[in-house]
């Protein structure tokens, strides 16, 4: 991660990872696995779409990836630099987040 870019507080990281990893950005859903409230769970994800500058959850899903803040996962743009700006896009809408998850990122082996 660059000097320069925004970082984001270890129980942020938390919600981001579980979101990432579950591929729903369901407030209650997560709440309840991360025993949290759902509250918290929005002010989280509210907390990186800011540091992050993401119009989504989504979208700060993807940029927290891209910015190395997801320990364990890189992205892996599997056609083109173009289908990286399309799931992107598509991350505006939650309800496909699962398939930009699925279409963008891979989880690094652990070692």
Not at 65 to 80: A, E, F, K, Q
């Amino acid at each position: 991660m660059a000097k320069d870019q925004p970082t984001l507080n270890p129980c942020t990281v938390k919600v981001l990872l579980e979101a990432l990893e579950s591929g729903d950005c369901c407030s209650k859903a997560l709440a309840s696995r991360l025993g949290m409230t759902p509250a918290a769970v929005d002010q989280h994800f509210c907390r990186a779409m800011h540091r992050l500058q993401a119009d989504s959850r989504g979208g700060a899903l993807l940029k927290a990836v891209i910015g190395g803040h997801m320990p364990g996962y890189r992205l892996t743009c599997r056609s083109s630099c173009a289908a990286l700006k399309d799931a992107v896009q598509a991350s505006q809408d939650e309800s496909n987040i699962q398939h930009v998850i699925d279409s963008t990122l891979t989880r690094r082996p652990s070692q």
